[in-house]
């Protein structure tokens, strides 16, 4: 194919498919064929808002980062791969020389070029180049579907292993039953972990993160009229405490707390279930300014540390993962469309749920002219 269909945000609610250069590889670049994207919340945030942060969407952009493909093209100093190979795409190419890429923390680096965040195009179009290290051949047992679930995946594994250092036998409450939540359960679970708690406002979100890999759940109360953040914070911790028997030190503390979902009251809640000299790892993104109860994390001696996207061994892990059976990415993808009902697709996602009344956890839109159940 001499084109290059591309899902394109022009601006605010503002989408549509344009034919744009098939991109030009350098001598150690792969060109990828693009078979899957999954959607992530960024992507919809983007669309409805037009930036997140300091990312701020100045000129037309291609959506898109949660992706897997086939090699289409190799460049001539590439050796670890081939025409032909379905691979996982890590969709974020650092600069290599400054002292975080050194490190071996290169999602710190200042000048990382990521897909979909401005002003680099992203995934959801036919063709994407790739430095070649960054394109991870998928083991037979894994579909295309699966190797872009990998990005999800390596955003949980960043979080729970590397940076929560969690062990076999801890402890850990993850709020927020949105992909990226659920991805952390099921890390924490492949790891060893004695207690997976999940904690959400919507029950059905519960119940599929009980059946996937919870091992307890809590519904936090109503807010009270007139009450606080910080008050129902102070009273949702104390309720977890009394339900499910956690304690602050001991056998029944929670030694890992990860939130993913942003919310204030969520972290206010989850510093206060942490345990004495416990972790604590925020990975989702909400309203930056929030405020916390600084000396819980001063009396305790809580690590708190920010989780962002992923780095050095959390793509290899996350397949290692998966391709072990430890993580199943199946059950996670709800939804899935062609190319050309990538609109559709955003809007589905936005909403919460399907015109059918499905909710989502994952949709997934497949690459120009590929069947949406190719595997």
Do not use: W
Not at 12 to 19: C, F, G, H, K, S
Not at 119 to 131: E, K, S, V
Not at 152 to 177: D, E, I, M
């Amino acid at each position: 194919m001499s084109d290059n269909p591309s899902f394109v945000l022009k601006g605010i609610l503002d989408v549509e498919i344009q034919l744009k250069p098939i991109p030009e590889i350098d001598a150690d670049e792969v060109l990828v064929e693009v078979r899957k994207t999954g959607i992530c919340g960024s992507d919809v945030h983007f669309l409805v808002h037009g930036r997140i942060g300091d990312f701020v969407v100045e000129n037309p952009m291609v959506l898109g980062h949660e992706a897997a493909g086939v090699i289409s093209k190799v460049g001539s100093k590439v050796t670890n791969v081939k025409v032909g190979d379905r691979v996982a795409m890590e969709p974020g190419a650092s600069c290599r020389k400054c002292e975080a890429c050194k490190e071996g923390r290169y999602q710190l680096c200042p000048d990382i070029v990521f897909a979909a965040t401005p002003p680099t195009d992203g995934t959801l179009a036919r063709y994407y180049r790739l430095p070649s290290d960054l394109a991870y051949p998928l083991p037979p047992n894994l579909s295309l579907e699966d190797g872009a679930m990998m990005e999800p995946l390596s955003v949980a594994v960043h979080a729970v292993s590397k940076l929560g250092a969690l062990r076999s036998n801890q402890s850990v409450a993850v709020f927020g039953c949105g992909p990226v939540g659920l991805l952390c359960m099921a890390v924490a679970k492949a790891l060893g972990a004695s207690r997976v708690v999940a904690i959400d406002i919507v029950p059905s979100r519960l119940e599929f993160a009980k059946a996937y890999t919870a091992t307890d759940t809590f519904l936090p109360p109503a807010v009270e009229k007139d009450e606080s953040r910080m008050a129902f914070s102070i009273r949702n911790a104390q309720a977890m405490k009394e339900k499910l028997g956690i304690a602050e030190r001991g056998p029944q503390a929670i030694d890992l707390v990860v939130d993913a979902s942003g919310a204030e009251v969520s972290i206010q809640t989850g510093l206060r279930i942490t345990k004495t000299g416990g972790t604590f790892v925020q990975v989702g993104m909400g309203n930056p300014n929030i405020t916390i109860d600084m000396f819980v994390v001063l009396s305790k001696e809580l690590i708190v540390k920010g989780s962002f996207r992923y780095g050095a061994g959390d793509y290899p892990l996350a397949i290692a993962l998966a391709a072990s059976g430890k993580v199943d990415v199946k059950p996670l993808v709800s939804h899935r469309f062609p190319f050309n009902q990538a609109r559709e697709a955003f809007e589905t996602t936005r909403n919460g749920k399907s015109p059918d009344g499905k909710g989502v956890i994952k949709a997934i839109i497949s690459g120009p002219d590929i069947d949406i159940n190719e595997a």
